[in-house]
């Protein structure tokens, strides 16, 4: 294992995850095999609607946005820029932050089930403004929409 070149959120080999974080504090995620325009540009494409303003930092992965059609703005990481009046990206980096805390404390996770703390840690995110009764509902529709075949084993 040798290391990464510097950027693309991990120094050693790690799975890079790209996330949008969303201004309405909403934040969706997906595991990448590599921070590059032309695995990032669908991503973008699916989950953004056109026309909108995208704010990221300098990384090479996001030039072409303007040409897919969003308003594109950065702050330059590398020259400590973080905010730049309303362009920052400072909720996806808080975000960040949190999950990793928030993975730590399960002392370690198998290869196998990373994905599935991700998306846990995803979903928690996005649904911390309700109560536990509501957060037990919307698990409940979540597991009602997957077949019967998928928790029962032959």
Avoid at 27 to 32: D, K, M, R, S, W
Avoid at 38 to 65: C, Q
């Amino acid at each position: 294992m040798g290391l990464n070149k510097r950027g693309g959120g991990a120094k050693y080999r790690k799975q890079p995850v790209f996330g949008i974080f969303k201004r309405n504090g909403r934040v969706y995620l997906e595991p990448i095999p590599e921070a590059k325009a032309k695995i990032l540009s669908p991503i973008i494409k699916k989950k953004i609607t056109v026309g909108t303003d995208v704010f990221s930092d300098t990384g090479t992965w996001y030039e072409g946005l303007v040409g897919l059609g969003y308003i594109h703005r950065t702050v330059d990481h590398g020259k400590q820029e973080y905010v730049d009046g309303e362009i920052h990206i400072n909720g996806l980096e808080g975000f960040w932050g949190l999950s990793k805390t928030n993975m730590h404390t399960y002392k370690g996770i198998k290869k196998k089930n990373w994905l599935l703390y991700l998306k846990e840690m995803e979903w928690r995110y996005n649904n911390r403004d309700l109560n536990f009764t509501d957060q037990v509902t919307e698990i409940m529709k979540l597991l009602m929409t997957y077949r019967k075949e998928v928790f029962v084993r032959s």
